[in-house]
């Protein structure tokens, strides 16, 4: 196994050691229990944002700690999910008194802690919301979680309610829009290599010199099917047209209701992309995906988008949400509006994502 | 060869198309010949910052075009040097009658093509500086150049002089200044992986699965020794001490005069780091690295830095000059002065390096 470790043990607590290192002006780091938060933190009388999730998709999540995004990220070990302990220390050294914003990505052992956290804020009078980012078109059924898997749009939702948070929204707001920005978002991706987990050392999976596959999970999981490697426009507009032809995605989900301090059953509805519509076009590396590649594949995922009638106010394209070293690209297109276009625009500056976005 | 391309022939230009696609309000692209500028050159009465060079090191060169940085980028094809009609077209693009500083890193090619830039300039009545990088203590003789080759302090002088054009420096203030950013600067590097340059279709070197390239350059040459993986730890430090160990470094450069039209000697010396010494500490990854295992090479870094004397003032951790997908990283070392910590400082806004840096 080639990597820049010391031992897989160790991995995750060096590198958010380094950050904090590299950027002593925005990030500290708590070891034990293990959570990255803001240098500036309780951040009084504003909503603290939270997310965490396991390691392996950096920058996501401890790299959007900072000044305009999340107040405290909760790392598992890479491809594990933190244990509720984390989740409760963060909560107690980012509660400024307004309430805590918890995105939470669809998969059960993230939920499961999170839920846990929410529950114990309740018992000490910190009111919670936990909105969860199910946005994955190719990932719908998985041993780990029931329904689509989060992705790229924890991202977008993270640098939104971020913002979002900076200008004093309170609680009920900040998770409305939270769960709008999920409902508004659909990703899908696909890899040319699989990745190593430290612990492991063995890739996560095989594939010949001529596959991919299209409409792999966060970690890996298969998707839709494992293809002949295509040229990069072709693969583009398939890519874009699962997005694009996805019809209404409707479920219910579970979130807390912080005022009863118990769960409710909310009905959410994905309507499909929709000429006229306004987007935000997001490519996404996998983690070794070179820079120029993204830009090829943006370049015709706008041509695609254009020729469906939507227009593209708003882009991001880079290294975001990973899957450790894999090669590979995602999509995520989120439907816009006003207030989201306002938020994305706000000033933000963490390790992993810098004003001038 | 699993990227995601249409053709190695049109790689280039299609990046660069989406790059400007996903900045429209900061790059434009010149396609015949191609090059890529501010969206607002030229800005008058301002020196315009000028690079380019082989493609394959994203964001080097064209990633850097914006405001706070470079106003014009050539890039050639993959590790293949751009031509001098696209140095000549990018300077008449930019030049905003204040002269042009080229940032150049040494390597026979560049230099030509930027050396006939100069000349061309001075019989329109353009004054330009051609000012070297030669910074890494690894490779020091190559079938492609004189003495020691450029890399990641062509970044760091990209980013001060950049800042320092848009304070109005002259053209021989900024000359001056991207000479003292060069000599002042250290690199070293290692690779894990090699890469494949598109054109080509197969790996630029093999190795096996235990080894590694220690001292490689910006293409993927040999340089001190191929060792076999040693922990992150040992690795970093054993980096640390090439650049902290390198003696003085004293070398005879051909500078252009462009008051006089003519070429002239400059004698360079860069002088041993010393303890006491403020330095930048930039961690770069060569394409493929994942993020983490930058910081944990960051977090040894700052250690042995600390241990020997140096004041880490500064830092950068990224994907900030690379070799395709290349799994490797590199350190640079740069000794500041209070004018370059301003500078540094300064507002960037450009693709592939942002505010809050």
Same mark, same amino acid.
């Given at each position: +196994?080639?990597?820049?470790?010391?031992?897989?043990?160790?991995?995750?607590?060096?590198? =958010?050691?380094?950050?904090?290192?590299?950027?002593? /002006?925005?990030?500290?780091?708590?070891?034990?229990? %293990?959570?990255?938060?803001?240098?500036?933190?309780?951040?009084?009388?504003?909503?603290?944002?939270?997310? @965490?999730?396991?390691?392996?998709?950096?920058?996501?999540?401890?790299?959007?700690?900072?000044?305009?995004?999340?107040?405290?990220?909760?790392?598992?070990?890479?491809? &594990?999910?933190?244990?509720?302990?984390?989740?409760?220390?963060?909560?107690?050294?980012?509660?400024?008194?307004?309430? %805590?914003?918890?995105?939470?990505?669809?998969?059960?052992?993230? +939920?499961?802690?999170? #839920?846990?956290?929410?529950?114990?804020?309740?018992?000490?009078?910190?009111?919670? #919301?936990?909105?969860?980012?199910?946005?994955? &078109?190719?990932?719908?059924?998985?041993?780990?979680?029931?329904?689509?898997?989060?992705? @790229?749009?924890?991202? =977008?939702?993270?640098?939104?309610?971020?913002?979002?948070?900076?200008?004093?929204?309170?609680?009920?707001? =900040?998770?409305?829009? !939270?769960?709008?920005?999920?409902?508004?978002?659909?990703?899908?991706?696909?890899?040319?290599?699989?990745?190593?987990?430290?612990?492991?050392?063995?890739?996560?999976? /095989? %594939?010949?010199?001529?596959?991919?596959?299209?409409?792999?999970?966060?970690?890996?999981?298969?998707?839709?099917?494992?293809?002949?490697?295509?040229?990069?426009?072709?693969?583009?507009?398939?890519? #874009?047209?699962?997005?694009?032809?996805?019809?209404?995605?409707?479920?219910?989900?579970? /979130?807390?209701?912080?005022?009863?301090?118990?769960?409710?059953? %909310?009905?959410?509805?994905?309507?499909?992309?929709?000429?006229?519509?306004?987007?935000?076009?997001?490519?996404?590396?996998? @983690?070794?995906?070179?820079?120029?590649?993204?830009?090829?594949?943006?370049?015709?995922?706008?041509?695609? !988008?254009?020729?469906?009638?939507?227009?593209?106010?708003?882009?991001?394209? @880079?290294?975001?949400?990973?899957?450790? /070293?894999?090669?590979?690209?995602?999509?995520?297109?989120?439907?816009?509006?006003?207030?989201?276009?306002?938020?994305?625009?706000?000033?933000?500056?963490?390790?992993?994502?810098?004003?001038?976005?």
């Amino acid at each position: +196994m080639k990597k820049f470790i010391n031992t897989p043990q160790t991995y995750v607590r060096e590198s =958010l050691e380094g950050m904090a290192l590299a950027y002593p /002006e925005r990030v500290r780091i708590n070891v034990d229990p %293990i959570f990255a938060y803001r240098a500036d933190a309780p951040v009084e009388g504003k909503v603290a944002v939270v997310s @965490g999730g396991g390691s392996g998709h950096e920058p996501t999540h401890a790299g959007f700690v900072g000044v305009g995004m999340l107040h405290a990220a909760c790392p598992g070990d890479v491809f &594990v999910s933190p244990t509720t302990e984390q989740i409760i220390a963060a909560i107690k050294k980012v509660n400024g008194g307004a309430g %805590i914003l918890n995105v939470v990505k669809c998969y059960w052992d993230d +939920m499961e802690v999170f #839920a846990r956290g929410a529950e114990w804020a309740f018992t000490q009078g910190i009111p919670c #919301a936990n909105i969860l980012i199910d946005d994955d &078109v190719a990932v719908s059924q998985s041993a780990y979680s029931h329904g689509r898997r989060g992705t @790229g749009t924890t991202v =977008l939702a993270e640098k939104i309610c971020g913002a979002a948070a900076e200008r004093w929204y309170d609680l009920q707001k =900040l998770a409305d829009l !939270c769960r709008r920005v999920n409902v508004n978002g659909r990703s899908f991706g696909v890899a040319l290599t699989p990745c190593t987990v430290p612990l492991k050392g063995v890739p996560t999976f /095989e %594939i010949s010199e001529d596959e991919i596959e299209f409409g792999v999970g966060i970690h890996g999981e298969p998707g839709r099917e494992r293809m002949k490697i295509k040229d990069a426009d072709v693969l583009a507009e398939k890519m #874009a047209l699962e997005i694009l032809n996805d019809p209404a995605y409707r479920r219910t989900v579970q /979130e807390w209701d912080w005022k009863k301090g118990a769960w409710v059953d %909310i009905e959410l509805t994905s309507e499909p992309l929709r000429p006229g519509d306004r987007i935000l076009a997001f490519v996404n590396s996998m @983690g070794g995906t070179p820079i120029p590649e993204l830009y090829v594949m943006y370049r015709k995922l706008v041509e695609v !988008c254009e020729a469906k009638g939507l227009k593209v106010e708003r882009r991001l394209v @880079g290294t975001y949400i990973t899957a450790v /070293e894999m090669r590979g690209a995602s999509f995520t297109l989120l439907r816009l509006d006003d207030e989201m276009v306002t938020l994305w625009d706000a000033p933000v500056r963490t390790p992993g994502m810098r004003w001038g976005i």
